[in-house]
């Protein structure tokens, strides 16, 4: 079997130990990885070498003083011979566009995140309890007919507290 040269991609980063024959590879294919250079987690893993890559970044809020935490999602080209995992931090460089939404290539897988699952796990309990179940169409109630529940309401309160109020007159007289 005739051994696979690994190329030199113009970026310092170390080459992957397995080889692979995809054509859409930076080190042994036809892709030359130019531009933004970016480091995230894997979110997702798709079985067309796809993986969803996430990373946060801090922006200052001059007004208040404050920052604010934002995070970035981007799917990018996750060679075979690379193969990152969901959880793996890895290092993404720009190219070409591969696909309708892929711009970028994965270079260097540089390991696991500590706590990943449990985070992940964390922010998907809290989209689920913070959403609300919204109506179906046609089906919502219109303004004028929740105005005219809410009177009625009040109509029904109002001879209830009048009692109310008269019992303790009656007592006092006692």
């Known amino acids: ?5 690994i190329k030199n991609i113009g970026i310092n980063v170390k080459p992957p130990k397995n080889e692979c024959e995809d054509k859409k590879c930076p ?20 079985a067309h070498r796809t993986a969803t890559i996430e990373w946060s970044y801090s922006i200052p809020i001059p007004k208040y003083e404050r920052s604010e935490t934002r995070r970035t999602k981007v799917h990018a080209h996750n060679p075979s011979c690379i193969n990152a995992e969901v959880g793996n931090i890895v290092r993404i460089a720009e190219t070409r566009a591969l696909s309708k939404t892929k711009n970028f290539v994965i270079i260097e897988n540089l390991g696991k995140k ?38 009625e309401e009040k109509e029904e309160e109002e001879p209830a507290k009048e009692a109310k109020a008269k019992e303790p007159e009656e007592e006092a007289k006692e």
């Open 27 to 46: 080190f042994h294919g036809n892709l030359k990885p130019r531009g933004r250079i970016f480091t995230g987690v894997v979110l997702a893993k798709d």
């Open 114 to 151: 500590k706590g990943f699952i449990e985070e992940l796990a964390a922010r998907e309990e809290a989209t689920v309890e913070g959403e609300e179940k919204p109506e179906p169409k046609g089906e919502s109630p219109k303004k004028e007919e929740l105005v005219e529940e809410v009177k």
């Open 1 to 5: 079997m005739k051994k696979q040269k």
